[in-house]
């Protein structure tokens, strides 16, 4: 019997090759971040590689992201020839996404007009790990933090992937990529009401990336007005402030490079609401975001005035991110934005 195994990064990877003697191939797309809209697989590729590349990237850097991300979509596709797939995933936004997903590519790869089975397959049983916590772990955050020992003990723990569970996978992965974000919204509330969800950790993962969302408080998504709440108390290096938002995470989804990336937004916006020291760590070309954990960071007084809701960050800066399928996009002067998150009312307004 042939099983292929897929898990979320290098890191949880490396621990399952340690006792797994069948294939472990990873996804490891930060879908929270950059655009998401419905393409086909090959533009999809080439967005989420240029999405990635800095000013001044070279064709080659961009050539190797792109076929990268195309290998790990063909390893989920073609694990179908085994006997069995198994996915070890987590409860966080990045794992979830990345579950509904490769359950949609899955469900995807079926021949059309083939006899289904139980887990939505013809042939290969696809199962399921997928964990928010373990025995002896105070603090749980992800596989990637379980010894080899620990992950091996949860492998008899795996269940059969369910038609329920394939058709909640397509369809939130559908409307995380919709154009307008009322459908996710309305997706998110009608998952809250059911007592037994077949995803159980994905109604909290979706609404933690719904907060991403500029606010209505003071324009600023909820990772962004972390930082600066942190750095109301003195400037603080790179890795620390890191450390310091990420203790507040309920379940920690962000690796600390994209941490970073927010960072330099933040100070190289039109007005800066931090300032990065020494000066040569501020954001250029062959500037690596790895950089910053040695560095100092420091709120700016625009940044106080933000994060105290006195100014907008919207209207300070302008506003051009993608949330999945949606483009936000507003001019600076005013502090419109197509979509912003009412955390008092738990909605996009």
């Known amino acids: 019997m042939s099983t292929q195994h897929i898990t979320n ?24 971040d950059g655009p998401a809209p419905h393409v086909d697989l090959d533009t999809w590729h080439t967005l989420r590689a240029k999405s990635l590349e800095p000013a001044g ?11 990268g991300f195309a290998a790990w979509d063909r390893a989920i596709v073609e694990s179908t020839q085994h006997d069995e797939v198994v996915l070890w995933f987590e409860h966080d936004l990045f794992d979830q996404l990345a579950l509904i997903r490769t359950l949609d590519l899955l469900a995807s790869a079926v021949v059309s007009g083939s006899s289904r089975t139980t887990s939505g397959l013809t042939r290969t049983r696809v199962s399921l790990i997928c964990i ?6 105070d603090r749980f955050i992800g596989l990637g933090q379980l010894t080899p020992q ?14 329920e569970q394939y058709a909640t996978a397509t369809k939130a992965w559908n409307t995380f990529r919709a154009p307008d974000p009322s459908e996710l919204v309305e997706f998110v509330r009608r998952i809250g009401l059911k007592a037994d969800t077949a995803l159980p950790f994905l109604r909290d993962a979706l609404k933690r990336f719904l907060e991403e969302y500029p606010s209505t408080a003071n324009g600023l998504s ?25 203790a507040h995470e309920e379940r920690p989804f962000m ?30 070309s062959t500037t690596h975001p790895d950089r910053l954990r040695a560095h100092i960071i420091t709120i700016t007084d625009a940044g106080r005035d ?44």
């Not at 890191?11 to 929270?32: E, G, M, N, W, Y």
């Not at 909820?222 to 990420?246: C, N, V, Y």
């Open 9 to 32: 990064g290098d890191c949880a990877a490396d621990k399952l090759r340690q006792f797994l003697t069948d294939p472990v191939s990873i996804t490891a797309d930060v879908l929270h």
């Open 57 to 67: 990237g070279d064709r080659d850097a961009f050539e190797e992201r792109r076929r």
């Open 132 to 137: 928010d916590r373990f025995p002896g772990v």
């Open 150 to 163: 620990q992950l091996a003990s949860l492998v008899d723990t795996r269940q059969p992937v369910t038609d």
């Open 222 to 246: 909820r990772t962004a007005d972390a930082a600066l709440s942190e750095l109301e108390a003195g400037p603080r290096s790179g890795l620390d402030l890191f450390m310091a938002t990420q």
């Open 255 to 284: 690796g600390d490079w994209g941490f970073y990336d927010l960072v330099h937004q933040l100070a190289n916006a039109r007005v800066p609401l931090v300032t990065i020291a020494p000066p040569e760590a501020q954001p250029n």
């Open 306 to 349: 933000v994060v105290a809701g006195r100014k907008d960050a919207v209207a300070l800066n302008g506003l051009d991110v993608w949330r999945g399928g949606v483009h936000l996009v507003a001019a600076g002067g005013d502090d419109r934005s197509p979509w912003r998150w009412d955390a008092r009312r738990e909605t996009l307004v």
